[in-house]
């Protein structure tokens, strides 16, 4: 293929795991870059995961860590990223793919429910990039790839607090991608419909069933549809696509 | 499938309007260097023909077919000769575009022509090459429409009317697109460059600061877009516009000087 090849580059994707976390690391790899994972716990089922999908990313042929590190830790996530830069690669790709979707009426949720939200899904977002992309900076490249529901600006019931954390992204992907680009280091966000991989709303029946007529595409989406648009937004064909929300939401945002 | 395959256009066949020169000339480079044959439609044979000389190289077919793209009828024939030429079509690239017409004109300078004329050129073009090719793309269940906007698309500019409102339209002629041949395997998607300035004079390299990123677009950077695009990787994307313009309109606020302060070089 003539384009996107990442060959010689080094991805670190953090909150590795889950299908989606799965299907990211090994387009990166398959796309020819090394490819690291974070999880944030020693639990179990946690590192199994990882070690899995770490696995999958080296049949392919690429290099590669899974390090545990929670990733609103700021102290443990600087020795953690300066340990995998000395024994893989400085990290050229961050895809902040750790992302939870609790829903429920707003009444039922209390103000702890809403900082641990903000800690599961900005912290987690925030504090990565800064780690990172403070070497990204002083070396003058990089590419960093959050991701947002598209709920950020849909008005789902049930989902405020959730929309509240994916609005905070958005924002901060815009804001930080202009206050970077003359340093090489381009912030964009993938825009995420209602997806069977990750948790949130759809997942109760009637809305499933419901989504599938509404979606115009008719179905909902699959890890793998957010791949293409993944590896073109990390590659160095993407360094003119900055402070973008790239949606791939199987035209749900076209009809509104 | 491996990522990089699903990005692959071998067997695909493209058409592209405004394939004689700048981004048009870009784009048909890129499909073909992903695996695409090409149908270059524009005004004047020469242009096409050198983009043609230059796809050749990538071991690609092209076929010119100089076209008045605000012409249905001409737009119909374009379609008839693609279609009998490479049997089927794949892509379209609604790209021409202009935004000469009635400029410099106040509001009650401008004429019925000026208006007509901006119109049909940036938006009745993509509507007519995209209902010409509709029906095809329905018969054997795949189409890619790629739409070529404009961050003006997106903003208000004083006197400027007919570009803007053309650019617009483009945006909603994307949705209406994708909406209404969703289950058809038809994709309708949307680039909206920022500034790729045709030639990189002193002149215009002079206001390259009043840009987010300190630099304009390079015309080699809106190529891989539309490949993506135009891929299998992109098949859950429709109705959607991808902005790719250095930040411009996330900036918005960067003509009044809130330009980023990192100092150039470091």
């Known amino acids: 293929m003539a384009f996107f090849d990442l060959s010689g580059k080094h991805a670190l994707v953090t909150g590795a795991t889950g299908p989606m976390q799965r ?156 206050e970077w680009i003359r340093s090489g280091v381009t912030v964009n966000a993938l825009g995420l419909g209602f997806t069977e991989e990750l948790a949130g709303p759809q997942h109760d029946p009637e809305l499933h069933a419901a989504l599938e007529r509404y979606i115009p595409l008719r179905r909902l989406a699959n890890a793998e549809d957010l791949q293409g648009a993944l590896v073109y937004l990390v590659s160095d064909e993407a360094g003119f696509v900055a402070s973008e929300l790239l949606v791939v939401d199987g035209a749900i945002t076209a009809h509104g | 499938m491996p990522i990089l395959d699903r990005f692959d256009l071998t067997g695909r066949t493209a058409i592209v309007t405004g394939a004689g020169s700048n981004l048009g000339r870009e784009m048909s480079l890129a499909l073909a260097a992903a695996g695409a044959d090409i149908v270059g439609a524009g005004r004047r044979l020469e242009p096409l023909e050198e983009t043609g000389a230059m796809v050749r190289e990538h071991d690609r077919q092209f076929l010119a077919r100089p076209t008045d793209v605000t012409s249905s009828e001409d737009v119909n024939g374009l379609v008839a000769d693609a279609i009998a030429e490479f049997g089927t079509i794949d892509i379209l690239v609604n790209n021409a575009g202009g935004g000469s017409a009635g400029r410099g004109k106040t509001l009650p300078e401008l004429t019925d022509e000026d208006w007509h004329a901006g119109i049909d050129t940036n938006l009745t073009s993509a509507f007519f090459c995209s209902r010409a090719i509709v029906e095809h793309f329905v018969e054997h269940g795949f189409g890619r429409i790629i739409n070529v906007t404009s961050g003006w698309g997106y903003r208000g500019q004083r006197h400027r009317f007919m570009y803007p409102i053309s650019k617009a339209g483009v945006i909603s002629l994307t949705k209406a697109l994708a909406m209404s041949y969703a289950r058809d395997g038809v994709r309708s998607t949307c680039i909206a460059p920022g500034a790729f300035p045709h030639e990189m004079t002193d002149e215009v390299n002079n206001r390259a600061g009043l840009q987010p990123a300190g630099r304009f677009g390079r015309l080699e950077e809106i190529g891989p877009l539309a490949v993506f695009l135009a891929s299998d990787a992109a098949d859950y994307m429709s109705g959607e516009t991808v902005l790719i313009d250095g930040g411009a309109i996330a900036a918005g606020l960067t003509p009044a000087g809130m330009v980023p302060t990192i100092e150039e070089g470091a």
């Open chain 1, 23 to 178: 299907a990211f690391a090994i387009a990166l790899a398959e796309a020819g870059a090394d490819v690291s994972l974070t999880t944030s716990t020693t639990e179990m089922a946690e590192e199994v995961q990882a070690n899995s999908i770490l696995n999958e990313c080296w049949s392919i042929g690429c290099r590669g860590e899974a390090v545990t590190v929670p990733l609103a830790d700021e102290a443990a996530l600087e020795t953690a990223v300066a340990d995998i830069e000395v024994r893989i690669a400085p990290i050229d790709i961050l895809v902040n793919a750790s992302h939870v979707a609790p829903v429920g009426p707003f009444l039922d949720t209390s103000s702890d429910d809403g900082t641990a939200l903000f800690n599961s899904n900005v912290a987690t977002v925030l504090s990565p990039t800064r780690v990172v992309g403070r070497r990204m900076v002083e070396r003058g490249s990089g590419r960093i790839v959050n991701l947002a529901s598209i709920l950020h600006d849909r008005g789902v019931p049930n989902t405020a607090l959730y929309a509240a954390s994916q609005g905070a992204i958005v924002a901060f992907t815009k804001a930080l991608g202009i």
